[in-house]
């Protein structure tokens, strides 16, 4: 027998180690059922680990610090012209942040028995994945779960590749600061790294075809970052097409809007797409849409009753805690357990400075759906803590029920807003009321004061 012919039986074949992937071996393991990973780079931790959340994270934490020596000249302290040293960040990035997690996940993997193996997983019918690699083998298995993830998406049309044509992927590894840097998408991946450039020294303008920052997020969380975005970048510009990017001997021609403009190098941010292609899945029961997307119930099963999904591969919102809640929910059901991802909560961050988060119901959504709502923003200015920092200019906002006072989103803009929106993930998971946070006690001076103030504008008499 060589080895392309051993079969193995597990009980549950994971297609990829991203967060939902391992998220739903190690359930899978605590429940008993002997599970192997499949990922092509033999590692957990999927691109939210090794080229997108955590990388991402830390070098914007790199720009915050710079942003704050810079701000702490405003009352007194100057720490003088920073140094950049781009191999110690390197460095740093790989072995003391990403290289510490994925030998923590690591070292969870194996108390825990799950195996990973490093290869292409492709599905030869719904019992049976053939891995491809190093160490070709085939897993006959009970169940299998896709968490195959997301890619950055190309520039439509365009078709230049250059090494100076950066995705997200590439823009992290720091090959180098341009002087001159061209963002190609106003989201939020544009966002964060655009900052992180600028903070190092890099002049950047940002295009996007909208008329505003983050699309689809409400404008009243969107405009203190566009202020702050406005003084970091040497340019923004607004219901704008690239059309066309051409190489020079020194950089790369940018034109759009009846412009050419020269940069050194070009980050595409214009989101990502679902990883399902070339997978096999046509010798399952599991049609991916035109998008890619793979469609799962609320328990996270395809139309395949064998196999799940979880992650980006199901589609928005692409964010790594609901593909962890997914593997989790995924698992629990394949142990027969009683299960569904039925969170009313997704919230979602931007990791700028200011930071921009929110959950549930949008005031956005809730006038495209014609539905009525009462509003309370309590605007930072009026904050003490927001005050002592220096950072007068979020805002935190309810979106309520008019009828029952209960919360249904929750939006914060400022410093540290990705951790106050944990307490709103709470209040509209659990139907609190405004009256519920309003006579909940707040630590004082602290930003969580803020949903407090909020809700007790609603409590008072017109």
């Known amino acids: 027998m060589v080895m392309g012919d051993l079969v193995r039986e597990v009980d549950v074949a994971i297609v990829g180690g991203g967060p939902g992937g391992y998220s739903a071996a190690f359930r899978c393991a605590e429940l008993g059922l002997e599970t192997a990973v499949v990922d092509a780079g033999r590692r957990l931790g999927g691109a939210c680990l090794w080229e997108g959340c955590i990388p991402s994270k830390a070098l914007l934490h790199v720009g915050a610090v710079l942003g704050e020596a810079e701000r702490a000249k405003e009352f007194g302290v100057d720490f003088g012209e920073p140094r950049i040293a781009l191999d110690t960040l390197r460095k740093w990035k790989a072995e003391r942040v990403v290289g510490r997690l994925a030998r923590g996940l690591a070292a969870v993997a194996k108390s825990k028995g799950v195996e990973v193996i490093g ?67 106003g989201g939020y991946i544009g966002l964060e790294l655009g900052q992180v450039y600028a903070a190092l020294g890099s002049k950047v303008m940002l295009v996007e075809m909208t008329d505003g920052l983050l699309p689809g997020v409400d404008r009243d969380l969107v405009q203190p970052l566009a202020r702050q975005c406005e003084k970091l970048f040497v340019k923004i510009r607004l219901d704008t097409t690239v059309t066309s990017l051409r190489e020079t001997g020194s950089g790369i021609e940018a034109r759009f809007g009846g412009d050419t403009v020269a940069f050194d190098r070009v980050l595409v941010a214009v989101g990502r797409r679902a990883v399902s292609a070339d997978l096999g899945l046509e010798t399952t029961r599991v049609r991916p849409d035109a998008r890619g997307v793979i469609a799962v119930d609320e328990r996270c099963r395809t139309a395949d009753p064998r196999i799940w999904a979880v992650g980006d591969v199901t589609g ?140 007790e504008t609603l409590l008072r008499p017109a």
């Open 119 to 185: 290869g292409r997983g492709v599905f030869e019918d719904s019992r049976t994945l053939r891995v491809e690699g190093d160490e070709p083998q085939k897993l006959r298995f009970t169940s299998a779960v896709v968490a195959t993830g997301s890619a950055p998406s190309p520039l439509p049309g365009l078709g230049l590749a250059p090494d100076r044509v950066m995705d997200s992927t590439a823009a992290l590894e720091l090959p180098d600061v341009p002087e001159r840097l061209l963002v190609v998408g």
């Open 316 to 455: 928005e919102p692409m964010l790594a805690h609901r593909a962890m809640r997914q593997g989790k929910v995924a698992a629990e059901a394949i142990a027969g357990r009683p299960a569904a991802f039925d969170n009313v909560a997704v919230p979602a961050v931007v990791f700028t400075d200011p930071e921009v988060a929110w959950c549930g119901l949008t005031e956005s959504e809730a006038t495209r759906a014609g539905r009525p709502v009462r509003l309370a923003k309590f605007p930072w200015a009026a904050s003490g803590r927001a005050a002592t920092l220096g950072r007068s200019d979020g805002l935190t906002k309810l979106i309520v029920d008019p009828d029952t006072g209960r919360v249904l989103g929750v939006g914060i803009v400022g410093p540290g807003a990705g951790e106050l929106i944990a307490e709103g993930a709470v209040a509209v998971e659990t139907a609190l009321t405004v009256e519920d946070l309003a006579v909940t006690i707040h630590a004082h001076p602290t930003l969580s004061e803020t949903l407090m103030e909020a809700a």
